[in-house]
């Protein structure tokens, strides 16, 4: 189980940051002290940063990336995107790597054929400045990659797998479903992430949600609403993830993409109500800090997130 020292590791760890918890829209000005922008966690492995979500925390995070001693090694983002929702890519205009002049860093964004579309039409002329144009005099390199579901891929010694995840909008004669990818990393020395967000957990998507947890080390888990029976718009819950850090033992599942209207208490309430006693279960706290190491395994902190 995870422990809460940090203290003394060597260099080389793996270190996986909250820095947007929130779901569907930031909260401004910020007013929780949970989670106040929209999704975007980071996982730094020596000179490469994977990032899942381009939310509003994208922005803080890529400030701590020019500005932070521990983020001096990094020289190559891979930016992995759930889903089409603007919510998941609104932070990109707001990276400080688009409007650092020759800062040398190389960015790939990642996603579905629909995610990479939608962020590159929403950039575009005449709504913004295409993202190519911004990278031009900043960036190193700059490219999108696609992916389809049940791909595996090798990305810097990374193995990657993507699952589909059940996502939509709407309801009724309005349903619209979403290309939405679930992500699963593993490193060579053994480490293992999965990312399920945006999804909502059905009978059908129970053998997805299996494949992506056993044996992984960490999983965030879309937990919108606090119960099961609100499962909702492609959106699950906190009963369902501590359901889940239950079923997997080993795996330290945190419930994140909290709801827009959620309260802290809220939040909290859910917490004690469905993940009592589950040592492996907590909840996404935008600050939150998970380092691991191939001899001492996991360890948590949970600290206020470093602001501009």
Known sequence: MPTKSLAGSPRGDLELEVWGARGSR???????KIANYTS????????????????????LLSHAVSSKQRFR?????????????MDHWEGLKDAAWFWQAQNGLKLTIHGSKETIET????????????????ASSTLRDFTFTTWKAGESRVVRGFRFRTFALNHYSGMGNDKNHLSTLGY??????????AYLCDHEPTAETESIEASMLKDANVAIVD????????HAFGHG????????ARRFPKTFVLAGHHG?????????????????????????????????NVRRGLSVSRRQIERP
């Open 260 to 292: 827009p209207t959620a309260s802290d208490a809220a939040i909290r309430r859910a917490h004690r109500q469905h993940g009592k006693s589950v040592r492996n279960f907590a909840i996404a706290a935008e600050g939150m800090r998970l380092r691991w």
């Open 237 to 244: 819950s906190q009963e369902h993830a501590a359901a889940l």
């Open 40 to 59: 975007c966690y980071s996982l730094k492995a020596g000179d490469d940063l994977f990032v899942f979500d381009g939310g509003r925390g994208l922005g």
């Open 119 to 134: 962020v590159q039409r929403g950039y575009g002329h005449p709504a913004y400045v295409p993202l190519e144009i911004l």
């Open 223 to 230: 937990a919108h609403f606090p119960d099961r029976s609100q």
């Open 184 to 193: 699963r990393l593993r490193s060579r020395e053994g480490f293992s992430f």
């Open 73 to 85: 090694s990094v020289k190559r983002i891979h930016l992995f995107l759930s889903h089409a929702h």
């Open 26 to 32: 930031n909260l401004t000005p910020p007013t929780s």
